[in-house]
Each structure stands twice: as structure tokens, then as C-alpha cells.
């Protein structure tokens, strides 16, 4: 048996640790790879579900296949329907425009007939009128008063007019000659003068007669006294005294002012032509012993 020496059983000591240090790095290694795997969570079995979806989608796409064919078809119907209808509601408005069109002839020829019946009427009345215009002209150039009148016989239709002349027999060819053809326009004016001349005048009588607008005034006066020791009757009693022509005293009242004075509310209605406010201050005032001062309350047209 041969003898191990120190120095070869150390050689190979070593060789041993270091192969058990390699193994154990490679099983660290491998460790720390699966626990990374791990971690980021490969899917392993991502062919079988491939498989799965695209049998799911087969089975989808076999059964949406008649689903569409009937929706074509439903679509196909409601066309047809559609066309049908169409073709319907173009035959009747076919038939009612052949029925609106002999209505509308129907009227246009009635209002034809209506129009040449107006025209014919129009034509009649300017024929009566042309006629009526002869006739107002003849009249206006009458040489005289003596000269017989015009008759007339117009139909009711308006379509002629006939008119009748007749003169005085003619006795001799030389009362042409002593005739004054400007006399009777003369006359004419003479006459449309006096006219003009007598409606002026009862005109201006009947102006005359109408009575005039008088305009007349309401109007309040205060009467204030001296003092309550005044007496307001006799106060009352002077205001009245004054008359004028045009001046028609009211009611009146004792109004109180303050510390027992009392003052004289009066109303008259005066003419604005002959009376004014003035001339009643004026006059009240005069009675001095009574009044101490007169105001305009209120002053009213009528």
C-alpha cells in the first residue's frame, strides 16, 4: 500500500475545495435564476392559450355568418318596401294633379268669361260717359234762356243715349241778325253776382246771431283778518258788498289758521273779460278795519 505524503494529500485536499467551490457557485447561480424567472413571471404556457383564442374567434366568426345574411336580407325587404311606396304615392299625386290641373282650366276659363262680361261693362259706361259729356257741353253752350230743354231717355243697360233738341220756328232770317249773342252772358254774370251777394250777406247774419263763447273763471280767495277779536260775519258781509259786472259770488267757510285766528274762504265766478283777480284784491282791501291781506287759493277756467 503506498503512503500518502503530506504534500500530496494537500494538493489534493485543495483540488476538492475547489471543485466543491465551483458547485457551489454554480448551484448559487442557478438558485438565483430560477428566483429571477420567478419573479418576472414567464408565461410557459402562452401556446395553449394562443390555441384557445383562436378557437374562440373561429366559433365567433361561424355564428356571425348568419346573423349578417339576415340583416341583408331584412335590409334588401325594407328597400322593396320603400320602392313600393314610392311608386304608390307617385301614382296618386299623378292622379291628383290631372284632377288639380282640369279644376285649375276649370276656374281660368270662368274668370275669362267674367273678364270680357267687365271689360263689356267698362265699354258701356265710357260710351255713357262720352255721350253724357256731349251732352253737358250742348247745355253749357246754349245762346239762351229761351231755348228749349234738353231730354234725355237713357237706357239702364248704359249702352246708348238719346237726346231730344227742339227749337222755336224760325220767322224771319233777319232776327239772326238782331241777335246779341254776348246779352245772355251778361246776364249770367248779373245774376251769379246778386246770388254771391245775398248768400254773403245772410252769412253774416247767421254769424251774427250765433252767441259767443263767454270764458268764465272759478276762482278761491283766502281772506285772512287782523285777529282773532275780528268779526268774521261782518268780515264776510264787506267781501260780498263788492259787486261788478261779470261777478257772482259762492259759498264760502271759516278756515282755521292757528292761535284762534280764523280766515274767510270765498268763492266766486268771474268773466275773464271784464273781471280779474286784481280788481277783487283791490276792492276787498279797501275795507281796512276787516281784512289784513287777500290771496289767490285756487284759479279754474270754466
Given at each position: 500500500?503506498?503512503?500518502?505524503?503530506?504534500?500530496?494529500?494537500?494538493?489534493?485536499?485543495?483540488?476538492?475545495?475547489?471543485?466543491?467551490?465551483?458547485?457551489?457557485?454554480?448551484?448559487?447561480?442557478?438558485?438565483?435564476?430560477?428566483?429571477?424567472?420567478?419573479?418576472?413571471?414567464?408565461?410557459?404556457?402562452?401556446?395553449?392559450?394562443?390555441?384557445?383564442?383562436?378557437h374562440f374567434y373561429e366559433c365567433i366568426n361561424?355564428?356571425?355568418?348568419?346573423?349578417?345574411?339576415?340583416?341583408?336580407?331584412?335590409?334588401?325587404?325594407?328597400?322593396?318596401?320603400?320602392?313600393?311606396?314610392?311608386?304608390?304615392?307617385?301614382?296618386?299625386?299623378?292622379?291628383?294633379?290631372?284632377?288639380?290641373?282640369?279644376?285649375?282650366?276649370?276656374?281660368?276659363?270662368?274668370?275669362?268669361?267674367?273678364?270680357?262680361?267687365?271689360?263689356?261693362?267698362?265699354?258701356?259706361?265710357?260710351?255713357?260717359?262720352?255721350?253724357?259729356?256731349?251732352?253737358?257741353?250742348?247745355l253749357e253752350k246754349s245762346p239762351s234762356p229761351?231755348?228749349?230743354?234738353?231730354?234725355?231717355?237713357?237706357?239702364?243697360?248704359?249702352?246708348?243715349?238719346?237726346?231730344?233738341?227742339?227749337?222755336?220756328?224760325?220767322?224771319?232770317?233777319?232776327?239772326?241778325?238782331?241777335?246779341?249773342?254776348?246779352?245772355?252772358?251778361?246776364?249770367?254774370?248779373?245774376?251769379?253776382?246778386?246770388?254771391?251777394?245775398?248768400?254773403?250777406?245772410?252769412?253774416?247774419?247767421?254769424?251774427?246771431?250765433?252767441?259767443?263763447?263767454?270764458?268764465?273763471?272759478?276762482?278761491?280767495?283766502?281772506?285772512?283778518?287782523?285777529?282773532?277779536?275780528?268779526?268774521?260775519?261782518?268780515?264776510?258781509?264787506?267781501?260780498?258788498?263788492?259787486?261788478?259786472?261779470?261777478?257772482?259770488?259762492?259759498?264760502?267757510?271759516?278756515?282755521?289758521v292757528g292761535y284762534g285766528i280764523r280766515k274767510?274762504?270765498?268763492?266766486?265766478?268771474?268773466?275773464?273779460?271784464?273781471?280779474?283777480?286784481?280788481?277783487?284784491?283791490?276792492?276787498?282791501?279797501?275795507?281796512?278795519?276787516?281784512?289784513?291781506?287777500?290771496?289767490?287759493?285756487?284759479?279754474?277756467?270754466?
Open positions: 500500500m503506498a503512503q500518502i505524503t503530506p504534500s500530496r494529500r494537500t494538493a489534493e485536499h485543495l483540488d476538492g475545495e475547489a471543485n466543491c467551490s465551483e458547485l457551489l457557485n454554480i448551484c448559487g447561480t442557478m438558485s438565483s435564476a430560477v428566483d429571477y424567472f420567478v419573479q418576472e413571471k414567464i408565461w410557459f404556457d402562452k401556446p395553449r392559450y394562443d390555441d384557445a383564442e383562436r361561424s355564428t356571425s355568418h348568419p346573423a349578417q345574411e339576415l340583416g341583408a336580407n331584412t335590409i334588401l325587404q325594407d328597400i322593396a318596401r320603400a320602392r313600393e311606396n314610392i311608386q304608390k304615392s307617385l301614382a296618386g299625386s299623378a292622379a291628383n294633379g290631372a284632377g288639380d290641373q282640369g279644376e285649375l282650366i276649370t276656374r281660368i276659363k270662368s274668370l275669362e268669361l267674367e273678364n270680357s262680361s267687365l271689360n263689356q261693362v267698362v265699354e258701356d259706361l265710357r260710351l255713357a260717359l262720352s255721350k253724357l259729356e256731349c251732352r253737358v257741353a250742348v229761351a231755348a228749349a230743354p234738353v231730354s234725355a231717355a237713357p237706357c239702364t243697360n248704359g249702352t246708348s243715349v238719346q237726346q231730344q233738341k227742339t227749337s222755336p220756328p224760325v220767322e224771319d232770317e233777319d232776327d239772326d241778325d238782331d241777335m246779341d249773342l254776348f246779352g245772355s252772358d251778361e246776364e249770367e254774370d248779373a245774376e251769379a253776382e246778386r246770388l254771391k251777394e245775398q248768400r254773403l250777406k245772410e252769412y253774416a247774419e247767421k254769424k251774427a246771431k250765433k252767441p259767443t263763447l263767454i270764458a268764465k273763471s272759478s276762482i278761491l280767495l283766502d281772506v285772512k283778518p287782523w285777529d282773532d277779536e275780528t268779526d268774521m260775519a261782518k268780515l264776510e258781509e264787506c267781501v260780498r258788498s263788492v259787486v261788478a259786472d261779470g261777478l257772482l259770488w259762492g259759498q264760502s267757510k271759516l278756515v282755521p274767510l274762504q270765498i268763492q266766486c265766478v268771474v268773466e275773464d273779460d271784464k273781471v280779474g283777480t286784481d280788481l277783487l284784491e283791490e276792492e276787498i282791501t279797501k275795507f281796512e278795519d276787516f281784512v289784513q291781506s287777500v290771496d289767490v287759493a285756487a284759479f279754474n277756467k270754466i
